[in-house]
């Protein structure tokens, strides 16, 4: 199936005495980069996660916040930063001799300072953390995939629709070349025939050039390459892997190919149309862009 580039999903769970929310979102990016924000001290699950999603998401800018709240309190230690405090204590002090104010310091005064206070745990058991983390990553990255998978769907169904646009005009194409071939054979006669102001033409000459000519302006072998990258691109889209790099590879060879057609005819109605082809040829180049 094809998988948009773009998405989002968030999960909140309470697993064990820890109380995790993860979100993750991503943006188009030519390859997977991956940035991911923690609770400070859980800095260590960045690494795994990123391992974790690569098995998941092959492609884009992604990035991932995960929070973990631990309620188990009997594990906190809190220790007194007493060194920090004399210091507070001494500079409260020389400011309330210097301006002459009252001298109110107490300990819900200092309490207000937050690094008077010294914050432990004991080292967390790391990949029992990522297991609990895990779970929470599971159920955002259910809601992250599904929204890619349903963006890639409506990405797949535009550039189909313009694939058979771009085929009706192509045959078109096909259908108008030969015409053009006569349409020259016949100018050219009547201009040879107006310089000669008579009808002793040499018909074999006319038809030389006209061949020439036909051979300039055949477009027969583009417009074969052109149909068979349509299919492969089909035979792309209907794969279970990501293959956006493979369809920007053969965009790039179906504009070529237009390119190609657009200098060979000598036609301003096929010279409109090899316009429309390059118009609806770049718009599937955007939205391939947005394809894992």
């Not at 989002?8 to 697993?15: D, I, K, M, T, Y």
């Not at 001494?90 to 301006?99: K, L, S």
């Amino acid at each position: 199936m094809v998988m948009s580039m773009t998405g989002f999903g968030r999960a909140e769970v309470s697993v064990g005495t820890r109380d995790i929310i993860v979100e993750i979102k991503s943006v188009n990016h030519r390859y997977f980069e991956f940035s991911c924000r923690t609770t400070r001290g859980y800095s260590f699950l960045e690494d795994k996660l990123k391992k974790y999603v690569n098995e998941k998401v092959s492609r884009g800018k992604v990035d991932m916040y995960v929070s973990v709240t631990e309620n188990d309190d009997t594990a906190v230690e809190v220790e007194l930063n007493k060194p920090l405090v004399k210091g507070y204590i001494d500079a409260m002090r020389v400011m309330a001799d210097e301006y002459e104010i009252q001298d109110d310091i107490s300990v819900s005064v200092l309490s207000r300072f937050g690094d008077v206070f010294q914050i432990s745990r004991p080292p967390a058991d790391e990949e029992a953390v990522f297991n609990d983390v895990k779970v929470a990553a599971d159920a955002a990255l259910e809601q992250f995939l599904s929204m890619r998978e349903a963006e890639g769907e409506k990405l797949k169904a535009d550039i189909l629709s313009r694939s058979e646009t771009i085929m009706n005009i192509v045959g078109e194409i096909e259908e108008r070349s030969p015409v053009t071939v006569q349409e020259y054979r016949d100018r050219l006669y009547a201009k040879i025939k107006e310089v000669l102001q008579s009808n002793d033409i040499d018909d074999q000459r006319i038809l030389t050039e006209a061949a020439i000519f036909a051979d300039k302006v055949a477009v027969d072998e583009e417009t074969v390459r052109l149909r068979s990258h349509f299919e492969q691109m089909r035979s792309f889209l209907e794969s279970n892997v990501p293959v956006g790099r493979k369809l920007d590879f053969i965009v790039q060879e179906m504009n070529r190919e237009a390119n190609t057609i657009g200098s060979k005819v000598n036609d301003s109605k096929l010279a409109h149309k090899v316009v429309d082809i390059k118009g609806e040829i770049e718009k599937i180049r955007e939205q391939v862009q947005n394809i894992e």
